[in-house]
Each structure stands twice: as C-alpha cells, then as structure tokens.
C-alpha cells in the first residue's frame, strides 16, 4: 500500500461545534490510466484508543482523484487520526492521513 506522507495540512484543528469537510488528493500516487475506486475512512479518537464512526457524516464522495468526507461532533480535548483508503482499478491500495484536535 502507497501511503500519501504530504498530506496538506497534516493537523488541523476542529471544535466539537464545527462540521468540516476533509479532501485528500490522490494525484501525485496515480498514473495515467488509474481510476479512484472503493473509497473508505475511518476516525480513531487517540485519547481513548477507539475508532469513532459517529463523527464521520455521510458517506465518502469522489471527483476524480479527490476524495472526500465531512466530520463532527468531536469530544473536547480529544485527539484522532482521519484516515482515507481508496482501491484503484489495478487493485493498489492508496492510503492519506491526518490529526485532528478538538479543543472545546
């Protein structure tokens, strides 16, 4: 699996009252012919150690090589890592990553 290590930004902050939508870009990890398929995510809220699917609204969309997805209602003071896979249409595995600090 091809990780993006360059994900812009690669922390953000999100309070417990925000909706945001995150967009990782998957161009720089494709070539000419791949297609952006299969799109998963989840959300690990690191203060406690467990995955946290009710903050992910929604589904994944996908535009082309831009993936997307829309968090919140995080827990005050808690830290997570957002992580996006997508498959492409070789059977590679791309994955992107973030954290995500709520401070109130």
């Not at 896979?85 to 954290?99: P, R």
Request: some cysteine; glycine content about 6%.
């Amino acid at each position: 699996m091809s990780f993006i290590s360059n994900v812009t930004p690669s922390y953000d902050e999100l309070s417990s009252q925000e909706t945001k939508v995150y967009t990782f870009d998957f161009t720089a990890l494709i070539i000419a012919g791949d297609i952006v398929s299969l799109p998963t995510s989840k959300l690990t809220d690191l203060t406690t150690g467990i995955l946290y699917p009710k903050a992910l609204s929604g589904s994944v969309s996908i535009m082309g090589n831009l993936v997307s997805q829309t968090i919140f209602k995080l827990i005050p003071n808690h830290k997570y890592r957002f992580e996006m896979y997508v498959t492409l249409n070789t059977g590679k595995i791309l994955g992107a990553a973030l954290e995500i600090f709520c401070p109130w």
